[in-house]
């Protein structure tokens, strides 16, 4: 993401002009990166060395062999909406550092173990940690991501730190759940899109809740509000999976960093899939033939497998939930009052987070 520096906000303020999303979103993204990257890595200095360097190659910031690269660290969306809701309710970017710290690091643990999991040998354009420093290390480097993302929480200078540490905890354990859940359905032909809905809430929104909630929660914010953030990330949380599973199939891999068709190759039932094989034409019918069933879909039937979705209906489909998330969560902030430039930047993050598809 290109830097913006915060004078082009004043100026545009000064000169009675409305800052755009992709500006506010800009100088969001860079005080993230400005003040959680130094914490996250100065977290790191304290793991095993070894371990730390797979660690940080999967964060973009080294190469194999621990050299600093320019390599792409992610859009840190979920350390800036940490800070973007401490803001929001009165409180100081500062305050919700370690939560960003903290959320970035669940999602890396879940990464890493995703990737194994999924057998994804590329990510953000190079290859993934397992694939690069052996499965075993991808493991050990992940469940150090997961003990970090509590002991930075429990050293938070906040007396709100416990509290935290347990709703991070208890999000983590959702996020699992959310993904055995998930990982069950390639073998299942009976999901429905309520076993999606809860599945996705959990294997995405629960982190994503997590970041909300806990911004306001270090920021002082009182319980109702704490709980109105988390609900808001669990919403936002499931439209933003399920922009991932249209990207999965219709994506472009230059732009993912990953292979596309790779959720059909493994039968997943995503969104636009389940939307595609609970219709009733003969495109629904053909799906229903080559897709249901076990083990990898052949090769032969992968791209056939995506237009029978798209004539299914499952790509329109998919494309209305993201946009009735995205509007249940923007009328959400609207009702939580919020000072207006943190409410813009919180629709700008929504926004960057589900406007990625057309």
């Not at 190759?265 to 229903?288: D, E, H, I, M, W």
Request: aromatic share 4%; charged share 25%; hydrophobic share 45%.
């Amino acid at each position: 993401m290109t830097t913006i520096d915060t004078d082009v906000i004043t100026t545009a303020t000064t000169q009675s002009q409305s800052p755009t999303p992709c500006e506010l979103l800009g100088v969001a993204a860079e005080e993230t990166r400005r003040l959680v990257l130094p914490a996250m890595r100065a977290a790191f200095a304290e793991l095993d060395p070894q371990v730390a360097l797979v660690c940080a190659y999967h964060e973009g910031w080294v190469d194999l062999d621990g050299n600093l690269c320019d390599g792409d660290s992610g859009k840190l969306l979920r350390p800036t909406l940490a800070l973007a809701t401490a803001k929001a309710v009165g409180g100081t970017a500062a305050d919700a550092v370690p939560v960003g710290v903290s959320v970035e690091a669940v999602h890396a643990f879940s990464l890493l173990h995703d990737d194994i999991m999924d057998r994804d040998e590329t990510r953000r354009h190079r290859a993934t940690a397992w694939k690069a420093f052996g499965v075993p290390m991808a493991i050990l480097a992940g469940d150090a991501m997961l003990g970090l993302s509590m002991s930075v929480l429990l050293d938070a200078p906040s007396d709100r730190a416990m509290r935290a540490t347990k709703r991070i905890t208890h999000d983590t354990q959702r996020l699992i759940a959310g993904q055995r859940a998930d990982l069950t359905f390639e073998v299942r032909d009976d999901v429905t899109l309520a076993d999606y809905t809860a599945m996705a809430i959990g294997k995405t929104g629960a982190l994503i809740s997590a970041s909300c909630a806990l911004g306001a929660e270090l920021a002082g914010a009182d319980a109702a509000t704490v709980d109105m953030f988390a609900w808001c990330g669990d919403r936002l949380g499931l439209a933003f999976q399920i922009v991932d599973d249209l990207l999965g199939i219709w994506g472009d891999d230059r732009t993912t960093g990953k292979p596309v068709l790779n959720d059909l190759r493994a039968r997943k039932k995503s969104y636009p899939v389940l939307c595609a094989l609970n219709g009733s034409g003969p495109a629904t019918r053909r799906l229903r033939e080559i897709y249901l069933g076990s083990g990898q879909l052949p090769e032969s039937d992968v791209a056939e497998a995506a237009h029978l979705i798209e004539e299914a209906g499952g790509r329109e489909r998919a494309r209305r939930a993201v946009a009735n998330g995205a509007l249940e969560v923007t009328e959400a902030f609207d009702r939580l009052g919020l000072p207006k430039r943190e409410h813009d930047i919180l629709l700008a993050i929504v926004g960057a987070m589900t406007d990625r598809v057309r």
